[in-house]
């Protein structure tokens, strides 16, 4: 026999200081820290809310963005978090250590794309993952 009973799931509100446009943002438009501020915001409503200014740091709004309108990563499109001929932090990470040298961009990418760096001290090139803005990341080769 088959249970034919609806179930029905009650969420409380959960409400956190989340990230909202702080006045109009066109589509397309980069999102700019001082185009955002905090709202109180019902996380269990919305659960992809950017909870940080720093989340949306190197996207562009996917459609227009009202004043007040909350963030969610739905409403994000990837942007160039890393743009042709900038600086950029390498950072190699390995079990027990981190390191960080100086590089360039020869080409645009978002977070986590991988993109051609290069090593400004040696002028060698390879590939690395965009982690942040300005940031990208190598992981060590295991030995065997």
Do not use: C, W
């Not at 249970?3 to 589509?27: I, M, Q, S």
């Not at 090593?119 to 030995?143: D, H, Q």
Request: cysteine-free; glycine content about 12%; charged content about 20%.
């Amino acid at each position: 026999m088959t249970d034919t009973r609806a179930t029905t799931a009650f969420l409380r509100p959960l409400y956190v200081d989340a990230v909202v446009a702080r006045g109009e943002v066109a589509a397309g438009q980069p999102l700019r820290a001082e185009a955002l501020g905090t709202g109180e915001q019902d996380l269990a409503a919305i659960p992809d809310l950017l909870l940080s200014p720093d989340q949306a740091a190197g996207y562009r709004a996917r459609r227009t963005l009202r004043a007040g309108q909350p963030l969610r990563r739905s409403l994000l499109q990837g942007g160039s978090a890393v743009a042709h001929g900038q600086p950029l932090r390498i950072v190699a990470t390995g079990q027990g250590f981190q390191i960080a040298i100086a590089g360039t961009a020869p080409e645009d990418g978002g977070v986590g794309d991988s993109v051609r760096i290069r090593n400004t001290s040696t002028g060698k090139t390879t590939r690395a993952r965009v982690l942040a803005p300005g940031v990208v990341g190598l992981e060590a080769e295991a030995a065997p």
